[in-house]
């Protein structure tokens, strides 16, 4: 069997629209500035956090199947028109189809608040708005997308936290694996929202920084692949370390995902942790300490110039990589942990020099 | 994965345990007498308030005593579908006669499939910030409204850690989705056994949505009926353990059925309607994998919610594939309820009871077949049938397809271990020994055509 090859990417980000801004910016390793959030139910005026600028869906999609649409199938929807614009235009589609994956941490829960406020505020109960109606649905950001790109392949939303990113790279690479879509539309998004601030500052602390955004890959099977191979898929595993023991599984996930991969530790030129807040963040970080030394753990940028980015950490980490300059054949692995006790690690052989992009 | 397990053949996998809460009954035994009695879960929503909706009925799970059925995960802490996610496991893991400690001495992966996660939890949410306002929001909320909770609920629950767990919000086609990554993963040895399913909690805002679009019956959901206006919202979860024919054969174990395989694809059409070329060729991509014929299934468990286009379209999809011939296709939602992710996993578990138990359960609350739904969909009464193959159906918002393939096992090399000497209850059919699938008729007992119009 063959392997899945990364041969596109592209995301909307903090830094703009496009894998150039993204990339650029964490090449040279400069956050993103802070904007006002929108202005919505529970939005405090003086909040801030690292916002995809100026995003609005409608202006970025136009009015077309767009009415009521929300934040997070917008800049999903976006994302995926930047990927499949600038890289695979011309690609013929085959009978199985191009799949998505699309890792997501609880939808949109602004807008499923905002609509059951309005059931519970309305004259009636059933008053709320039509147009929203569609987002009710989680996999409305993965379908749309699918839909404004004619992608009839297999259609998947995975939700698990934090690991999202990872799990559904996981996910892609198996439908190739297994013969169910000629190539994969994966990766994982957040939107900011008021709702999703007062989750995370009261899980978290209010010091967190939010950041939101979506990055996207193209996969195709490696013997098959149509585009130049950006990086190959060598292992992605996963577990759970539901008592809090993150060094522990983590460091267990790492050496069995390196294991499947065939590589060494001592192999690996970047390790790229996801900055999870609290304990599981600072047990990865152990896990890195222990496994990498200070040059392979710095190669890469840091997801967290990018702020709190929740589900879509797992995608902007690929991105830091695919980011960097270097000689083609680098080992990279990236690692995921979510405070409630998912941990996983993917492991990548980057072929590209990194210039390109 | 490693070179080693993509180098091994591809395992058969079995399905041995079943855990299902539905309106209709909690566990197996609960929910096969009511599918064979065709008996109908609907009344009076009391989860959340439905003062002022058209109509307050739905299908909700009664007699579901959360911290009865828990061992680990605290009901307090806990929302209510992941409640039921967890719950549900543990009854597929006693269902398929193992321990906590089986599982864990093997790599695992659960998937559990939902619509709407912990959107329950985000009501309450909603409710006490307009009443108190930001400290509505805790430090537990982010973690209890997540999505993933559903999936971590069943790991915390069976306290394993070498497993991969991730919940698949496909909508109403994910518990199919759901199967369908667990086969893959047994089949392919990336994991020993796997706990897949779905499950969903009834909520104030997935009713309201389905009110606004004038989707919901005011009395019973009626699928292919000429009469049919809409669906009923519906709670449960249902779970399936799953194993490779190895396993399952060395421990004794009883065998439901074997996953043949499944196809899955997007319309990529329409937001919320159901396009019925695309459905067809879902329908050709599970039956290919499956390497089953159209002539060889025995009956279809539709994704039939009652509502006017979704029956129509679906029933055309099917009769696309199969013809006049279309074998007996029956609609569950007519008893439980529209279980949204979990429907397609209790659709998954009434398929497989149907080829355990030989009997085919009906289409409730049916007055008159739609013309333009011409199939047996087996009318009130459940029938006995020898039934080896079944296809059920997830269709879902955004054109998701899902449908999954469960045939019976046949025991090759095992003659003498058949499934009728294991203690169950059901003797009511003979066993029809290895011929060939493509010779079995559908049968005659029901009254078939009879309610065609």
Known sequence: MSTAVITAWSAVSPYGTGRAPLAAGLRGRVAPPESAGPEEWTAQPDATARLVPGFEVREALGKAGTRGMDRLTGLTAVTVRELLTHETAALPEGDLGTGVVLGTAAGSAQGFMEFTKASLEGDRPIDVMPSKVPNMAMNRAASASAIRHALKGPNTTVAAGRLSGLIALDQAVRLLAEGRAERVVAGSAEEYSAIRAHLTHAAHGDALVLGEGCVMVLLEPGDTATGRPLAEVLAVHHRVAPQGEFTEVLTAAVRTALAQAGVEAESVWAAVPGEAPGVAGAQERQVHEDLFGPQVRSRAASVALLGETAAATGAYQLAALLSEPGAPGRIALVTATDPDGPVGCAVLRLMTDGEST | ?453
């Not at chain 2, 009954?25 to 065709?38: H, K, Y």
């Not at chain 2, 796997?194 to 104030?204: E, F, I, K, Q, S």
């Not at chain 2, 005011?218 to 799953?242: K, M, N, Q, W, Y």
């Open chain 2, 1 to 453: 994965m490693s070179a080693a397990e993509a180098a091994a053949a591809p395992r058969r996998v079995v399905l041995t345990g079943c855990g299902a809460l539905s309106s209709v009954g909690n566990g197996v035994a609960e929910f096969t007498a009511a599918l064979r009695a065709g008996r109908v879960g609907t009344g009076p929503i009391t989860v959340f308030d439905t003062t002022g909706f058209p109509s307050g009925r739905g299908h909700q799970v009664h007699g579901f005593d959360a911290a009865a059925r828990l061992h680990r995960v605290r009901p307090e802490h806990t929302g209510r579908a992941t409640q039921f996610a967890a719950a549900a496991a543990r009854m597929a893991l006693d269902d398929a006669g193992l321990d906590e400690a089986w599982l864990r001495e093997r790599r695992g992966t659960v998937v559990v499939g939902t619509t709407d996660g912990e959107v329950g939890e985000l009501d309450l949410l909603t409710e006490s910030a307009l009443t108190i306002g930001l400290g509505a929001f805790t430090g537990a909320a982010l973690g209890g409204t997540a999505t993933g909770s559903l999936a971590l609920g069943v790991v915390r629950e069976l306290a394993l850690t070498n497993v991969e767990s991730s919940t698949i919000a496909t909508a109403c086609a994910a518990g199919n989705y759901a199967i369908g990554a667990g086969f893959d993963a047994v089949r392919n040895g990336r994991a020993e056994w796997a706990l897949v399913g779905g499950a969903d909690a009834l909520n104030r805002k997935t009713f309201a949505g389905f009110a606004r679009l004038g989707l919901i019956a005011p009395d019973e959901c009626r699928p292919f009926d000429a009469d049919r206006v809409g669906l009923l919202t519906g709670e449960g979860a249902g779970l399936l353990l799953l194993e490779t024919e190895e396993s399952a054969l060395a421990r004794g174990a009883h065998i439901y059925a074997e996953v043949l395989g499944y196809g899955l694809n997007c319309d990529a059409a329409h937001p919320t309607a159901p396009e019925e070329n695309s459905v067809a060729r879902c329908i050709r991509l599970a039956l290919e994998n499956a390497s089953v014929k159209p002539e060889e299934v025995d009956l279809i468990s539709a994704h039939g919610t009652g509502t006017p286009t979704n029956d129509t379209t679906e029933i055309a999809a099917i009769r696309q594939v199969y013809g006049d011939e279309a074998p007996r296709t029956v609609g569950i939602k007519a008893m439980i309820g529209h279980t949204m992710g979990a429907a397609s996993a209790l659709g998954a578990i009434a398929s497989a009871l149907a080829i355990r138990h030989g009997f085919i359960p009906p289409t409730a609350n049916h007055r008159s077949t739609d013309p333009e739904c011409a199939v047996d969909v087996v009318p009130n009464e459940s029938v006995p049938a020898d039934v080896r193959i079944v296809q059920n159906n997830g269709l879902a918002f955004g054109g998701n397809n899902a449908v999954v393939l469960l045939g019976r096992h046949e025991d090759r090399g095992h003659e003498d271990r058949g499934h009728e000497d294991r203690g169950h209850e059901d003797r009511g059919h003979r066993s029809r020994g290895h011929e060939s699938r493509a010779h079995q008729g559908h049968g005659n007992e029901s009254p078939r055509g009879e309610y065609v119009r």
